[in-house]
């Protein structure tokens, strides 16, 4: 019985690898292994070890994106498990109309990227944006919210954390 067990076991274990295997495990191998040549994909390979590795450290902009994905990660992470605390907090209540908030706060997981995209554009307006126009009612000068170096993560992680917010919600509900 228990060689049966886990033959079964195999069975349904056997698909999900062959998938980590084929489209993780073998390209991630072979992207390290193609890091260590020097190669065009025309000419032939030449073996230069860990020369790309080192050069890269040299690299401005890869400091730079490992800042940014850091910057991304903190911004959004803790804030956004938060948010979503406090809100599935507030949706595990007896509360009328409580299907309604639920659906409301996931609707923006299943929209699309596109459609999500054009309405931050339009928030996100330098002239005629609604963020830009809420704040000039409190007599704040307008942005141009993803032109500025200081203030585009900050919208991304903003759009980041909302996109998401219903997903994560959902798993703290259940």
Known sequence: MKKRDALTAWGFILPAFLVILVFH????????FISLYNWDN??????????????????GDFWR????TAYFALGTI???IIISIIIAL???QNIRGLSFYRTVYFLPVITSMNAIAMVWLWIYQPEMGLLNYLLGLFGIA?????LDPVWAMPAVILM???KNLGYNV???LV
């Not at 495990?25 to 390290?32: E, F, S």
């Not at 025309?42 to 690299?59: H, M, Q, R, V």
């Not at 307008?142 to 993803?146: D, E, H, Q, V």
């Open 25 to 32: 495990l073998i390209p991630t191998v072979y992207a390290w």
């Open 42 to 59: 025309l000419s032939p390979k030449t073996f230069i070890g860990l020369a790309n590795y080192s050069e890269l450290l040299k690299d």
């Open 65 to 68: 994106s490992l800042f940014n």
């Open 78 to 80: 803790p804030a956004s």
């Open 90 to 92: 507030c949706l595990n």
């Open 142 to 146: 307008s942005r141009n919210w993803l």
């Open 160 to 162: 980041s954390i909302w």
């Open 170 to 172: 959902l798993i703290l």
